[in-house]
């Protein structure tokens, strides 16, 4: 468990001095909402209608931006083949790269939804909902695109391939995401949305981390 | 080393299985045809459109049972580290992707005069689009690498993955399709079926499943061939004198 | 850190290695006892590297099998990646990290228990330590090699597996490098090591890997 | 002759039954002969490949054990 902290505040610190992903994430995320009322007109009905499918869209677009650095930067200057020397499970040390990555992205998108959903004229009632659907969703997010950020270490475009790869298994979270915030704008109970989506996150939890690290080990060999 | 790396036991058997597998795909298929297309009624509802059907759900059967094909070969490479696993994952994605890709298509020909529209959010539509994203995605990674080896391994992982989590796509997007189904489009109900057309279906599905067995193969076979020959080229790259000068090209 | 390492034997036993679709070498044996030293020769493309992650674990033998006391170390990977340390080509050092960060990182994964002291002591050794606030983004390259070198005394382990670790040092540096080499085989640790430059190993056994080479017509044969 | 005409006109919706059967054909008869062709294109590669090596007749019977 020490090594678990000891990674998770490595990769912390690291974010902190590079100081970059977390900032384009967000910007990102923040840009591409904006677009939305552009494209689509400025109605108020509209957007509040479509107001939870594009939140969800774009923060899963954003958060898979910074994916690829995940691993990317451990495996090309050595750090990886030491990780994966380390006396403890592979596994842990994916999930421990994984809660950093979320805590330097997938977090602050959630700060930035409820500001986001403002300016899409979602209905109130259905921010709280929002927040919830967020955090139980984004952190599947990461375990899921950690598959994906392995799979694609030394790969050619690696950064297109891993869209490929990862966006059609984020479609259930994305279903049950916005789900569970049309149901709680329209004064639906969203209890089952979200325990499907909290359903996910256990199931991901262990079995992300286990296909990350044997993705790992492929790739180091 | 590898016990059952040798594949000639496999090229055996393929050699042994192959012509009765392309026999019966043109005796089932043409029956299947015949029986399809000249003696079956048409559907008192859906009329002559429900012909489509004969290759319609076929293709979505292969799609599905490639899939599985390949994750279990998948499993077996990974566990086993059985080599010819690898290959039959590699060989099977195509076939799996094409006929995939003939599910969509003849569902939205179906569709059209059925719903009045090319595409419509159908749950069953819906998955194979998603399970055709997920053949493609297969097929770009294991193509993605230098080393070969190396794309099977990661292609294995990804296969598995998906194959963990079609359930899961196949349950949210019903879930999404009860939710959002609009009124005035109907179904593609599956017809009641009448023993005339259950007959051609069966037909047609058991000639698809002996074509995916013939294909996948001789695919297979090529890939043995294949990966003999990059054996070859990398042998006679490290026995030439100049190769030790001009440095490492195996890390 | 101070007292010896107990007696121990780190052997193979029949290794073969593929690589891609290429059997790099085949029925390698060695036995190494502990103060033992084995020096890796051969010519590029030989297998240098690939024994040496095969030894530490990033690769598996594709036959054969390692033994830790007679006991095979497939058994349990965290125990021998508890044992080892390994310096491959590449530095692992972080450009944003200080010195002293970068080598505590890696010494505190590799024992949790490991102190402060034992990584000055480390950086002292191998002359960084009035770098050890220093990023490691402004190293030079033979500094950078010192760093991942003072891995080796951050934590202790008993067998070193050194990947051409003189790449880059100059000769002052080389010369530490086999002082410290020598002070663990004299507490009983084992060296593995390949290089192409002098690194002076009194008493290794050497191990030519181009001799372990199969036959052209085995190598692919082998997949056949 | 015009029964065969009604046939083939499937009851008006020729355009999509039709095309279906011919995609389905295309598709399956196309993977079918390209999967044979590159089967037959290593065949003879690897064929001169094994020509140009000596000694590969000594079947090395698992020489990694």
């Given at each position: 468990?020490?090594r678990l902290?000891?990674i998770?505040?490595?990769?912390?610190?690291?974010?902190?001095?590079?100081g970059s992903?977390?900032?384009?994430?967000?910007?990102?995320?923040v840009?591409?909402?904006?677009?939305?009322?552009?494209g689509?007109g400025?109605?108020?009905?509209?957007?509040?209608?479509?107001s939870?499918?594009?939140?969800?869209?774009t923060a899963?677009?954003?958060?898979?931006?910074?994916?690829?650095r995940?691993?990317?930067?451990?495996y090309e200057d050595?750090?990886l083949e030491?990780?994966?020397?380390?006396?403890t499970?592979l596994?842990?040390l994916?999930?421990?790269k994984?809660?950093a990555?979320?805590?330097?992205?997938?977090l602050?998108?959630?700060?930035?939804?409820?500001?986001?959903?403002?300016?899409l004229?979602?209905?109130g009632?259905?921010?709280?909902?929002?927040?919830?659907?967020?955090l139980?969703?984004?952190?599947?997010?990461?375990l899921?695109?950690?598959i994906g950020?392995a799979l694609?270490?030394?790969?050619?475009?690696g950064?297109?391939?891993?869209?490929?790869l990862?966006?059609p298994?984020y479609v259930p979270v994305l279903?049950?995401?916005?789900g569970a915030?049309?149901?709680?704008?329209?004064?639906l109970p969203?209890?089952a949305?979200?325990?499907?989506?909290?359903g996910?996150?256990?199931?991901?939890?262990?079995?992300?981390?286990?296909a990350?690290a044997?993705a790992?080990?492929q790739?180091?060999? | 080393?590898?016990?059952?790396?040798?594949?000639?036991r496999?090229?055996r058997?393929?050699?042994?299985?192959q012509?009765?597998t392309a026999?019966a795909t043109?005796?089932?298929?043409?029956?299947?045809?015949y029986?399809?297309?000249?003696a079956?009624?048409?559907?008192?509802?859906?009329?002559?459109?429900v012909?489509?059907?004969?290759?319609?759900?076929?293709?979505?059967?292969?799609?599905?049972?490639?899939?599985?094909?390949?994750a279990?070969?998948s499993?077996?490479?990974?566990?086993?580290k059985?080599?010819?696993?690898d290959l039959?994952?590699k060989s099977?994605?195509?076939?799996?992707?094409?006929f995939?890709?003939?599910?969509?298509v003849?569902?939205?020909?179906?569709?059209?005069?059925m719903w009045?529209t090319?595409w419509?959010?159908?749950?069953?539509?819906?998955?194979m689009?998603?399970?055709f994203?997920?053949?493609?995605?297969?097929?770009?990674?294991?193509?993605?690498?230098?080393?070969?080896t190396?794309?099977?391994?990661?292609s294995?992982?990804?296969a598995?993955?998906?194959f963990?989590?079609?359930?899961?796509?196949?349950?949210s997007?019903?879930?999404?399709?009860?939710?959002?189904?609009?009124?005035s489009?109907?179904?593609?109900?599956?017809p009641?079926?009448?023993?005339?057309?259950l007959?051609?279906?069966?037909?047609?599905?058991v000639?698809f499943?002996?074509?995916?067995?013939t294909?996948?193969?001789?695919?297979?076979?090529?890939?043995?061939?294949?990966?003999?020959i990059?054996?070859?080229?990398?042998?006679?790259i490290?026995?030439?004198p100049?190769?030790?000068?001009?440095?490492?090209?195996?890390? | 850190m101070t007292?010896?390492?107990?007696?121990?034997?780190?052997?193979?036993d029949?290794l073969?290695?593929?690589?891609?679709?290429r059997?790099?070498?085949?029925?390698?044996?060695?036995q190494l006892?502990?103060?033992?030293a084995?020096?890796?020769?051969?010519p590029?493309?030989?297998g240098?590297?690939?024994?040496?992650?095969l030894l530490?674990?990033?690769l598996?033998p594709?036959?054969?099998?390692l033994s830790?006391?007679?006991?095979?170390v497939?058994?349990?990977?965290?125990?021998?990646?508890?044992r080892i340390?390994?310096v491959?080509?590449?530095?692992?050092?972080k450009?944003?990290?200080t010195?002293?960060?970068?080598?505590?990182?890696?010494?505190?994964?590799?024992?949790?228990?490991?102190?402060d002291?034992?990584?000055?002591?480390?950086?002292?050794r191998?002359g960084l330590?009035r770098?050890?606030?220093?990023?490691?983004?402004l190293?030079?390259?033979?500094?950078?090699?010192?760093l991942?070198l003072?891995?080796?005394?951050g934590?202790?382990?008993?067998?070193?597996?050194?990947?051409?670790?003189?790449?880059?040092?100059?000769?002052a540096?080389?010369?530490?490098?086999?002082?410290?080499?020598?002070?663990?085989?004299a507490?009983g640790?084992m060296?593995?090591l390949?290089?192409h430059?002098?690194?002076?190993?009194?008493?290794?056994?050497?191990?030519?890997?181009?001799?372990?080479a199969?036959?052209p017509?085995a190598?692919?044969e082998?997949?056949? | 002759?015009?029964s065969?005409a009604?046939?083939?006109s499937?009851?008006?919706?020729a355009?999509?039954?039709?095309?279906?059967?011919?995609l389905?054909?295309?598709?399956?008869?196309g993977?079918a002969?390209?999967?044979?062709?590159?089967m037959?294109a290593?065949?003879?590669?690897l064929?001169v490949?094994q020509?140009?090596?000596?000694?590969?007749?000594?079947?090395?019977?698992?020489?990694q054990?």
């Amino acid at each position: 468990m020490t090594r678990l902290s000891e990674i998770i505040r490595r990769d912390l610190r690291l974010a902190l001095r590079q100081g970059s992903d977390s900032i384009m994430v967000v910007t990102f995320f923040v840009l591409t909402v904006v677009l939305f009322p552009f494209g689509l007109g400025p109605e108020t009905n509209l957007l509040e209608r479509t107001s939870a499918g594009i939140l969800w869209v774009t923060a899963l677009l954003a958060s898979m931006l910074s994916l690829d650095r995940l691993f990317l930067a451990d495996y090309e200057d050595g750090s990886l083949e030491l990780l994966a020397l380390t006396p403890t499970a592979l596994e842990l040390l994916v999930i421990g790269k994984v809660v950093a990555h979320w805590l330097t992205t997938g977090l602050p998108l959630i700060v930035a939804a409820p500001v986001l959903a403002v300016l899409l004229q979602m209905n109130g009632d259905g921010f709280a909902t929002l927040v919830l659907t967020m955090l139980l969703g984004t952190p599947t997010l990461s375990l899921i695109g950690a598959i994906g950020a392995a799979l694609v270490l030394g790969a050619r475009r690696g950064g297109v391939l891993l869209s490929l790869l990862v966006l059609p298994l984020y479609v259930p979270v994305l279903i049950f995401g916005v789900g569970a915030i049309d149901a709680a704008v329209q004064d639906l109970p969203s209890k089952a949305q979200l325990l499907v989506l909290g359903g996910m996150l256990l199931a991901a939890l262990p079995l992300a981390p286990w296909a990350a690290a044997a993705a790992l080990r492929q790739a180091l060999e | 080393m590898h016990r059952f790396a040798n594949p000639a036991r496999f090229l055996r058997l393929a050699a042994a299985i192959q012509p009765w597998t392309a026999a019966a795909t043109v005796l089932l298929i043409g029956a299947g045809l015949y029986f399809g297309l000249i003696a079956s009624p048409a559907d008192y509802q859906q009329g002559q459109t429900v012909r489509i059907m004969y290759v319609h759900v076929p293709s979505a059967w292969l799609g599905m049972a490639c899939y599985s094909t390949m994750a279990i070969a998948s499993a077996m490479a990974l566990i086993w580290k059985h080599p010819l696993a690898d290959l039959i994952g590699k060989s099977a994605a195509p076939i799996g992707a094409a006929f995939t890709f003939l599910c969509l298509v003849t569902g939205s020909l179906w569709g059209k005069p059925m719903w009045g529209t090319w595409w419509a959010w159908d749950a069953r539509l819906t998955s194979m689009l998603i399970l055709f994203f997920l053949y493609l995605g297969y097929m770009a990674l294991a193509n993605a690498f230098d080393d070969p080896t190396r794309g099977a391994k990661a292609s294995a992982v990804l296969a598995l993955a998906g194959f963990v989590n079609v359930p899961v796509i196949k349950f949210s997007v019903d879930w999404w399709n009860t939710l959002h189904q609009p009124a005035s489009v109907t179904k593609i109900g599956m017809p009641s079926i009448d023993p005339s057309m259950l007959l051609p279906l069966l037909l047609m599905g058991v000639g698809f499943t002996t074509f995916f067995v013939t294909v996948l193969l001789v695919r297979v076979r090529s890939e043995i061939m294949a990966s003999k020959i990059r054996a070859i080229r990398l042998m006679q790259i490290h026995s030439t004198p100049g190769a030790v000068a001009s440095g490492e090209v195996v890390g | 850190m101070t007292e010896g390492w107990p007696s121990s034997s780190f052997s193979a036993d029949g290794l073969a290695c593929v690589r891609g679709e290429r059997v790099v070498f085949a029925q390698l044996d060695f036995q190494l006892a502990s103060g033992e030293a084995l020096l890796l020769l051969g010519p590029n493309g030989s297998g240098k590297s690939s024994l040496l992650r095969l030894l530490a674990g990033l690769l598996k033998p594709a036959a054969g099998r390692l033994s830790w006391n007679g006991a095979a170390v497939a058994d349990d990977r965290e125990v021998h990646a508890a044992r080892i340390h390994y310096v491959g080509h590449h530095d692992a050092i972080k450009p944003v990290l200080t010195v002293l960060e970068n080598l505590r990182f890696w010494a505190r994964l590799h024992d949790p228990d490991s102190g402060d002291e034992a990584a000055r002591m480390a950086l002292e050794r191998f002359g960084l330590w009035r770098l050890h606030e220093v990023p490691g983004k402004l190293l030079s390259a033979g500094q950078k090699r010192r760093l991942n070198l003072s891995r080796l005394l951050g934590a202790p382990a008993p067998v070193w597996l050194l990947d051409e670790p003189s790449v880059a040092l100059d000769k002052a540096s080389v010369k530490t490098l086999e002082a410290v080499i020598a002070e663990h085989r004299a507490r009983g640790g084992m060296v593995i090591l390949s290089t192409h430059a002098d690194v002076d190993l009194p008493g290794a056994q050497a191990l030519h890997l181009d001799r372990f080479a199969p036959a052209p017509a085995a190598a692919v044969e082998a997949w056949i | 002759m015009s029964s065969l005409a009604t046939y083939f006109s499937m009851g008006g919706y020729a355009s999509y039954v039709w095309t279906s059967y011919a995609l389905t054909a295309v598709v399956m008869v196309g993977l079918a002969v390209s999967t044979w062709r590159g089967m037959k294109a290593r065949e003879s590669e690897l064929k001169v490949l094994q020509d140009l090596t000596p000694g590969r007749r000594g079947r090395s019977k698992d020489t990694q054990g």
